[in-house]
T-cell receptor, first 110, second 111 residues
Framework: AQRVTQPEKLLSVFKGAPVELKCNYS??????LFWYVQYSRQRLQLLLR??SRESIKGFTADLNKGETSFHLKKPFAQEEDSAMYYC????????????FGGGTRVLVKP | IAGITQAPTSQILAAGRRMTLRCTQD?????MYWYRQDLGLGLRLIHY???????GKGEVPDGYSVSRANTDDFPLTLASAVPSQTSVYFC??????????FGQGTRLTVV
């Protein structure tokens, strides 16, 4: 079965510093990888998906199939980036059900 | 405004009571899902439906049931609530591109 691991439960950085959220997955085939963000007491929102290879709110993520990783990066963190971030994996053949990691809370200090 | 709506937004429920969480989407998405969100555990899939008329079990289905009578609605029922079902419940739907849209969540406390 597929699994998503986010090793850091909490990342605390100062405003303007780089931030990297780690995500590793286990699946033998070709999954789709996503990053979702949840601001305080709000619904989850799609932040990035690997197939679009775009940058949203300054965040980027690269799928590394060799390392089975999909780390999320931002060169200069802003206070409004403080949120919960979830890495997720879906498999088209399995009906696109999302498997989530445990989440990483990012706190950007002024 | 297109989207996905859950009701109620929060509920305190006595143990042993039956409760149905409602979820409606107007995006004509075939697939719908119910997740529970617990601290440190992320989101875990309870049940899903790939299309109207079909449902399937997720990672943590015990104590929950769902139905999918039409495309828009996907209610989640707790037949006899227990305190371990205290959680935040999120309904989601996805189209063919796989990206999921989430409802605003239902905060359920079972006492």
């Amino acid at each position: 079965a597929q699994r998503v691991t986010q090793p850091e439960k909490l990342l605390s950085v100062f405003k303007g510093a780089p931030v990297e959220l780690k995500c590793n997955y286990s699946y033998s085939g070709s999954p789709e990888l996503f990053w979702y963000v949840q601001y305080s007491r709000q619904r989850l929102q799609l932040l990035l998906r690997h197939i679009s290879r775009e940058s949203i709110k300054g965040f980027t993520a690269d799928l590394n199939k060799g390392e089975t990783s999909f780390h999320l990066k931002k060169p200069f963190a802003q206070e409004e980036d403080s949120a919960m971030y979830y890495c997720a994996l879906s498999i088209k053949a399995a009906g696109n059900k999302l498997t989530f990691g445990g989440g990483t809370r990012v706190l950007v200090k002024p | 405004i297109a989207g996905i709506t859950q009701a109620p937004t929060s509920q305190i429920l006595a143990a042993g009571r039956r409760m149905t969480l409602r979820c409606t989407q107007d995006m004509r998405h075939n697939a719908m899902y119910w997740y529970r969100q617990d601290l440190g555990l992320g989101l875990r899939l309870i049940h899903y439906s790939n299309t109207a008329g079909t449902t399937g079990k997720g990672e943590v289905p015990d104590g929950y049931s769902v139905s999918r009578a039409n495309t828009d609605d996907f209610p989640l029922t707790l037949a006899s609530a227990v305190p371990s079902q205290t959680s935040v419940y999120f309904c989601a739907s996805s189209g063919q591109d796989g990206g999921a849209f989430f409802g605003q969540g239902t905060r359920l406390t079972v006492v």
